[in-house]
């Protein structure tokens, strides 16, 4: 019988030759790639992920710098409640430490990661299947840095488009140690508790990439060829970039984003001041008109329907029309996860109950596999 392993697909890169335009080409080729494996991962987990759980491990994370947004709930929040109804053995990092990758504090920490957890637990992760932990908690799982960084070179580090993208935003700012690093780190994340699928965006693929690297390296290096870690595989979120309702990026900065814990008043006044344009007749456009087409994507993955499905609907209604939809749409889905988010803000010793028995799980995890490695490293003295 085939394996996830076993019948990886002949992903033809090592990260060093990801630069330049022949960068370009292999980026899209590796996410082609990606994106048919991702289709063929889905349908061998309906198959057999109830039989054989720990076959589909899945670790995702967020970092909380903020409280999570529409774009979260419809790119991965409800995909990782859906994988793991089906049985998927489900890890769910908090990245603390990746928090200070690129600023300067903490900022609201412990609120953010307290609010991630109920967000976590209002749209269905259950904490008896789902282990919901932070980085800084886990001891085991930051020692594993130290071999994985010598695996990698500086160049690779540096050629890697999330950390170059990040260092241009950064406006000259000095780059830290940690921003450069923290790819292996979150190689660590994954590699921890030996997860096999990866659910991710387009702009994560690269590293995972790294991720499979540093495990074939380690793997070869200093394993003489024993299987310790696995290559996990990625599975590639099919949800589009969702803009904010100002139709840019999202960014909490700009007020143009709509958060799982606003109220529906806040939402509607939120979408009422979105941008569209004074057209009658609402069309999916996305190069015309990206703004209105962002609002009918939402609406779409919201409702199950086509963009297009949406706009006809709405048809001569104008941008009122677009918004009237839009808002029942968001306030209508979310409605019960908001609900249970308040219901259960209201227990605060329970959501961190979670958090600690969740930290519990992963250290157990993280320190039998340390074990492993310091043990064919040579290094249990
Ligand atoms: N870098 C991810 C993000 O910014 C968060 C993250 C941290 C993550 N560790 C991970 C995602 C491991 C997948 C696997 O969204």
Same mark, same amino acid.
């Given at each position: 019988?085939? /394996?996830?392993? /076993?019948?990886?697909?002949?992903?033809?890169?090592? #990260?060093?030759?990801?630069?330049? #335009?022949?960068?370009?080409?292999?980026?899209?080729?590796?996410?082609?790639?990606?994106?048919?494996?991702? =289709?063929?991962?889905?349908? $061998?987990?309906?198959?057999?992920?109830?039989? &054989?759980?720990?076959?589909?491990?899945?670790?995702?994370?967020?970092?909380?710098?903020?409280?999570?947004?529409?774009?979260?709930?419809?790119?991965?929040?409800?995909?990782?409640?859906?994988?793991?109804?089906?049985?998927?053995?489900?890890?769910?990092?908090?990245?603390?430490?990746?928090?200070?990758?690129?600023?300067?504090?903490?900022?609201?920490?412990?609120?953010?990661?307290?609010?991630?957890?109920?967000?976590?637990?209002?749209?269905?992760? &259950?904490?008896?299947?789902?282990?919901?932990?932070?980085?800084?908690?886990?001891?085991?799982?930051?020692?594993?840095?130290? #071999?994985?960084?010598? $695996?990698?070179?500086?160049?690779?580090?540096?050629?890697?488009?999330?950390? !170059?993208?990040?260092?241009?935003?950064?406006?000259?700012?000095?780059?830290?140690?940690?921003?450069?690093?923290?790819?292996?780190?979150?190689?660590?994340?994954?590699?921890? %508790?030996?997860?096999?699928?990866?659910?991710?965006?387009?702009?994560?693929?690269?590293?995972?990439?790294?991720?499979? =690297?540093?495990?074939?390296?380690?793997?070869?290096?200093?394993?003489?060829?024993?299987?310790?870690?696995?290559?996990?595989?990625?599975?590639?979120?099919?949800?589009?970039?969702?803009?904010?309702?100002?139709?840019?990026?999202?960014? !909490? @900065? !700009?007020?143009?984003?709509?958060?799982?814990?606003?109220? *529906?008043?806040?939402?509607?006044?939120?979408?009422?001041?979105?941008?569209?344009?004074?057209?009658?007749?609402?069309?999916?456009?996305?190069?015309?008109?990206?703004?209105?087409?962002?609002?009918?994507?939402?609406?779409?993955?919201?409702?199950?329907? @086509?963009?297009?499905?949406? =706009?006809?609907?709405?048809?001569?209604?104008?941008?009122?029309?677009? !918004?009237?939809?839009?808002?029942?749409?968001?306030?209508?889905?979310?409605?019960?996860?908001?609900?249970?988010?308040?219901?259960?803000?209201?227990? #605060? *010793?329970?959501?961190?109950?979670?958090?600690?028995?969740?930290? *519990?799980?992963? %250290?157990?995890?993280?320190?039998?596999?340390?074990?492993?490695?310091?043990?064919?490293?040579?290094?249990?003295?």
């Amino acid at each position: 019988m085939s /394996t996830v392993t /076993t019948t990886e697909p002949p992903v033809p890169t090592d #990260p060093s030759s990801s630069a330049g #335009p022949a960068g370009d080409a292999e980026e899209s080729a590796t996410y082609a790639v990606s994106r048919d494996r991702s =289709a063929v991962l889905d349908a $061998l987990i309906d198959e057999h992920a109830s039989e &054989d759980p720990t076959r589909f491990r899945m670790l995702t994370g967020d970092r909380p710098t903020g409280p999570l947004h529409i774009g979260h709930y419809l790119a991965s929040l409800r995909n990782r409640a859906r994988l793991q109804d089906k049985g998927v053995e489900t890890f769910v990092v908090i990245a603390d430490y990746q928090v200070i990758t690129d600023r300067d504090s903490v900022g609201e920490i412990g609120a953010n990661v307290h609010g991630l957890v109920l967000d976590y637990l209002a749209a269905g992760l &259950d904490p008896a299947r789902t282990t919901i932990f932070t980085h800084s908690a886990v001891p085991a799982l930051n020692q594993l840095m130290l #071999p994985f960084l010598s $695996l990698v070179t500086d160049a690779e580090l540096r050629r890697n488009p999330t950390v !170059k993208d990040e260092l241009a935003l950064s406006g000259g700012r000095p780059l830290s140690g940690l921003l450069l690093t923290y790819p292996v780190h979150q190689a660590a994340d994954i590699l921890f %508790c030996h997860s096999r699928i990866v659910p991710v965006g387009r702009d994560q693929l690269p590293h995972l990439e790294l991720t499979r =690297a540093i495990a074939r390296r380690f793997n070869t290096r200093y394993a003489a060829g024993q299987s310790v870690f696995p290559e996990p595989e990625a599975l590639l979120s099919e949800v589009p970039l969702l803009l904010g309702t100002d139709g840019t990026k999202m960014s !909490k @900065s !700009k007020g143009n984003v709509i958060n799982l814990r606003d109220t *529906a008043d806040e939402t509607a006044a939120r979408i009422r001041a979105a941008r569209t344009d004074s057209e009658r007749r609402i069309t999916f456009d996305p190069n015309g008109r990206p703004a209105v087409a962002n609002l009918l994507t939402i609406a779409g993955l919201l409702l199950d329907e @086509s963009p297009e499905a949406v =706009a006809d609907r709405i048809g001569d209604g104008g941008a009122q029309g677009l !918004k009237r939809v839009v808002t029942e749409a968001v306030n209508e889905t979310l409605a019960e996860h908001r609900a249970r988010r308040a219901d259960l803000a209201r227990d #605060p *010793a329970y959501v961190t109950s979670v958090l600690h028995e969740g930290n *519990a799980r992963a %250290c157990e995890v993280a320190d039998r596999t340390l074990a492993t490695v310091r043990a064919v490293m040579g290094m249990s003295y």
